[in-house]
């Protein structure tokens, strides 16, 4: 009979075993949290220390691993003799090398395996999971492999498992490898656009690359329309009404998109720079991005502004894309677009479909994109048709004149460089497809300006002072959906800069003249004509927010937009119509053309900004900044692929039995007569594009007057959801909303 020695444990002495398995466990959950942890390996002499628990795990594995082994071996032979598993009085003995580990060579594998819950979690489940917690919650890789470790040792020792839950998924290696093969996960690609030469430490010369990371657009693409329930040919209307950029003129007369004998994609670029480093440090230029996403107008509006919907196309940094150009870094999403214009087949649902593609880019770095405006008729002309529209010929007769010696003419002249690669696409045109994005134009140009000549006018003239507007911005009830983006408070110095800005973000700035009227309307005389003038803005902002509008809405935009730029000028002398004034003179135009600008502006598109400037703090990593963030981004993207999560989501639910429920009895008249549920579920809050929360307050219709509603209840059931409004019905009103 083999004897066996009592292992124990080098920290506290008071532990000891014959199986060593049993004493690395309990140093692992008794003495590895400590602050001061650090243990002496002891085994066969080896005076070896750790003051991680990890690194003397991983020692002992890989130096010490046959002692393991010998003990499974006599582990095995007891159970082979008795029925009985022997219990120390620490805990219960089960295990093996690989349930630490994971797998090691093949002649160490025989050990004893006692399998009791570890059926039930996939390995699928175990990735989702890991990508959830990093992805998701922004875990970093070495705060995630210790949550790793764990959960392994509990699971092996309070739940007396044989088997690691993430057997094969024990470090980011492995991880990796399982998500492409296993879970479809698009991994970014590095393009060498260029060399330069830097210092290395030692002083001497050293080549280095600089480089764009794309994301391979055809498996991107068929991952999103994998991903996406609400794909549409088109959400084209049949009323007549403008309610998304299929709506427009260029739409139906486009010589894809009229066509309904093929699947065509409505491309969606937006690019923009993003500064993930505190704007005030010194590394601000040296982390500043360029990035580029797209999305599919395909998708329903209410979907569209899911930041899942939006997808990475390529990132690098900003210095590079100024060194090289647009040209060079788009080169490779160019490619792929000519080959989707040519039809390329992608499987969805199980489906094989051919399809088209096309795109539209929304940006606003160029003086006027839609016209040949000079300063001096941008601050006397304020009627769209008064002005030399851009279009492909003027384009290219431009783009020529650059070959020649009139160069640096050219580029000043008409804020061309060279012909744009984008013009390399068969149904795209620079000219017709960069469309006005309202929030720079108007909630971060004209608005904000206007606003803020307004509160320096009734300072000066002594209608309200400035700790008047403070106070009363500060202590104005905001409602939940405004509370958030409540405006900042605005000084002094703000008012008297020589910029045009308040100094608030897009959304503060939205909010807050919005709600002027009511904050300050009470201070302002009768028929105020600087007053009037604002008003006039805060219509045409109105109109152009509209998520559905008319051409003879769009119409009549232009003459209030005319009317409010000649107030302007006649009332502020000294302010100079600005280029982002004299921008909106041209939204009535595509509002015809593509639509609502609410369905193509660049809101949506900043706000996916925050989950990479959230991203860069957390992971703390800035030697390859876009290379850290396409992969964690392409991680979180894979997530979703495979989280069952729709676009709706809502609250914490509780069921609720319909006989015992308020509205019970409405709800019945809604159902078949062969529907039998007898319970529903209520949340307090549901998420579609914009959360709605039980005691907001909605229009429901609006015909001469809009007709309000406040939210009473929101129930679940079937997989479809009803809100009930409380409006000047006598009963309430239940709205389908799945």
């Known amino acids: 009979m083999e004897s066996r020695e009592h292992f124990q444990c080098t920290r506290c002495k008071e532990f000891a075993s014959k199986n060593y398995l049993s004493v690395l466990r309990h140093i692992g959950l008794v003495h590895a949290f400590k602050a001061d942890f650090e243990v002496t390996c002891g085994l066969e002499g080896c005076s070896r220390s750790f003051k991680k628990y990890r690194s003397y795990r991983r020692h002992i594995l890989r130096h010490h691993k046959h002692i393991i082994h010998q003990q499974s071996f006599l582990q095995a032979k007891d159970l082979s003799n008795s029925g009985d598993v022997a219990v120390e009085t620490s805990s219960t003995i089960s295990g093996s090398v690989e349930d630490l580990s994971g797998p090691l060579d093949e002649s160490t594998t025989s050990t004893i395996s006692v399998p009791l819950y570890h059926d039930t979690i996939s390995k699928h489940k175990a990735a989702l999971f890991l990508l959830k917690a990093r992805e998701c919650l922004k875990i970093s890789q070495t705060a995630l492999d210790e949550l790793v470790d764990d959960i392994q040792l509990i699971s092996q020792t309070e739940l007396e498992s044989s088997k690691s839950l993430f057997s094969g998924l024990h470090s980011a ?28 430490k030692n002083g001497s010369l050293k080549r280095q690359n600089e480089v764009a990371y794309d994301i391979p657009f055809f498996q991107s ?96 940094k900003s210095s590079n894309l100024i060194k090289y150009g647009l040209n060079k870094v788009l080169e490779q999403f160019m490619n792929d677009i000519r080959k989707l214009e040519e039809g390329i087949f992608l499987t969805v649902a199980g489906e094989m479909k051919k399809y088209y593609g096309y795109k539209s880019l929304s940006s606003a770095f160029r003086k006027c994109r839609f016209c040949l405006a000079v300063r001096e008729d941008m601050n006397n002309k304020f009627i769209a048709t008064d002005f030399v529209e851009r279009d492909r010929q003027t384009h290219a007769y431009h783009c020529s004149l650059l070959l020649g010696s009139n160069y640096n003419h ?256 409405h709800f019945k008249t809604f159902l078949p007569s062969t529907t039998d549920i007898s319970q529903v579920y209520r949340t307090p809050w549901i998420e579609m594009g914009y959360q709605y929360k039980i005691g907001d307050i909605v229009v429901l219709s609006s015909d001469l007057l809009p007709c309000f509603g406040l939210i009473k209840d929101i129930v679940i059931y079937d997989t479809r959801v009803r809100f009930y409004f409380w409006a000047h019905h006598p009963s309430p009103i239940s709205i389908p909303i799945l």
């Open 173 to 200: 290696f492995l991880q990796n490898k399982f998500f492409v093969d296993h879970l479809g996960l698009v991994e970014p690609t590095e393009q060498i656009l260029g060399h330069k030469f830097a210092l290395g």
């Open 410 to 665: 050219v580029a000043t002249t008409y804020g061309l460089t060279e012909d744009s690669i984008l013009n390399s696409s068969k149904y795209f045109h620079v000219t017709e497809g960069l469309c006005p994005d309202i929030m720079h134009d108007i909630l971060e140009g004209s608005l904000q300006y206007v606003v803020k000549e307004l509160l320096k006018y009734f300072i000066t003239v002594g209608i309200v002072s400035l700790e008047q507007i403070n106070s009363r911005i500060d202590f104005f009830k905001y409602a939940s959906c405004d509370s958030k983006n409540k405006p900042a408070p605005i000084s002094s110095n703000i008012l008297t800069s020589s910029d045009h800005s308040l100094k608030q973000t897009a959304s503060q700035l939205w909010c807050l003249a919005r709600l002027l009227p009511l904050i300050i309307h009470d201070l302002v005389p009768m028929n105020e004509s600087h007053w009037d003038n604002f008003l006039l803005l805060l219509s045409a902002t109105d109109y152009v927010f509209a998520p559905t509008l008319t051409n003879g809405k769009a119409s009549y935009l232009a003459h209030v937009i005319e009317d409010h730029l000649l107030q302007f000028k006649e009332l502020y002398p000294t302010s100079p119509i600005i280029p982002k004034q004299h921008y909106l003179i041209h939204i009535p135009q595509w509002i015809v053309r593509y639509g609502p600008p609410i369905r193509y502006w660049c809101m949506r598109y900043e706000g996916k900004h925050s989950f990479f400037k959230d991203l860069s703090r957390r992971i703390k990593n800035f030697k390859n900044v876009p290379k850290s963030l396409a992969q964690r981004h392409q991680m979180w993207i894979c997530y979703y692929c495979h989280s069952n999560s729709n676009f709706i989501t809502t609250g914490p639910s509780s069921p609720i039995t319909i006989s015992n429920w308020e509205y019970g009895h």
């Open 221 to 316: 693409l068929q991952q999103l329309l994998t991903m996406m329930s609400a794909i549409t040919q088109s959400n084209q209307r049949s009323d007549g009404l403008l309610s998304d950029i299929c709506d427009g003129e260029r739409f139906k007369t486009h010589p894809l998109f009229s066509r309904d004998d093929i699947n065509s994609l409505q491309i969606l670029l937006y690019y923009d720079d993003l500064e993930v480093c505190n704007p005030l440090s010194s590394p601000t230029k040296k982390h500043k991005l360029a990035i580029f996403y797209y999305t599919l107008g395909n998708i329903h509006p209410k979907y569209r502004s899911k930041m899942t919907s939006i997808q990475l196309v390529t990132i690098t």
